[in-house]
């Protein structure tokens, strides 16, 4: 008889599920299928020499060191550095500030651990990064949702929502946001804070792709424009360096600091060693920013690539949102049209994208499509892009 581990699980369980994006991405096993699916930054573009480099030299002038554990709040040299990096950009925080986290994704965890009781409700944008609602459901959290437009979160609609409920805190991604590619207004920004302030609630501010920015101007982060300490930011190098790392900096005021790094030592202790110090070497030796820009000029190129192929060959009752950065872009299709079900079709002719309806914690958007254009190459963002039109066009009524 096997054991029956079902009769063991915690309550909490039953609010977990799997990634539907990791899911259907799994089920693209054919190479020849061109997959706008997942986020993945591009392969070709990893500085792989140089990150032997910094491993070489850092291994033989501090190898002990890296094999031995490491401090919970993270390497000191490298909160040293990204606190400076992002004091240069205008924030107000010293190192003190900075939590090495592996991967901002444990920054949502450990704020959602340190923040969240069963049944809290949190604000979110609809649609919003799907990966987080896995991880504050897992603290058996309730959503309250606020539509996005082109400016980002429909801030105007928070004041009714927070006076009529208790919200523990409010889930943002202001730049590029995935899925929907859309950057909050330097307006909203302000509104945003200002409505957060008045009713007493944190905001958790999720930069995955901030650096990423190929038009328009540069915006300030929430958590620059934060006097009264209410704002965690969650930055990333995932998308700038390495998504494999997993390093990334929580910046949180000092008040809820201590809490944070608790939580982060329950969880695994401290980030991986070598992985800091590869990031340190980064940042120290000057060859983050460099890398930047070249991702920039790539990502985009790809994105308008991924724009005009769509000018050109998608009918004309679709419509898509125009990024100033990040990797996605948002495609809605004629009403009644189900990118889910239109998925199965898609893959036959060797294209993938992720369903929207995917991205909203209430349910909706099933003729939204998330489209990746980071992880192709321009040629076959255009086949992609023309594979995609017919299954498209073969569906319209
Ligand atoms: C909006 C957003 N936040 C957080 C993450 C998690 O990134 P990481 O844990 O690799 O820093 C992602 C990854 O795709 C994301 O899109």
Redesign the pocket.
Known sequence: MTFDWEAKYCERVSHMYGSMTRQLMHLIADPEVISFGG?LPAWELFPVEKVKEVVDHTLDSDGAAILQYGTSEGYGPLRMAVAERYVKRGFDITDENVLIT???????DLVSKILLDKGNAVLVEDPT?L??LQAFSLFQARYLTVPVDGEGMRVDLLPEILEDNDVKFIYV?PNF??PSGVTLSLKRRKELLKVAQQYGVPILE?D??GELRYSGEVLPALKELDEGGQVIY?G????VLS?GL?V?ALIAPDGVMEKLVFAKQAADLHTDNLAQRIMYGFLERDLLDPHIQIIIESYRKRRDRMLQAMERHFPSEVTWTKPDGGIFLWVTLPEGMDAMDLFQQAVQAKVAYVPGSCYYADGGGENKMRLNFSACDEQKIELGIQRLAKVIIGNLT
């Open positions: 986020g592996s991967g901002s994704q444990q920054g949502i990064f990966t987080a991604i946001q995935n999720d995955a792709y969650l990333s190098f995932s998308k998504p997993r990334s």
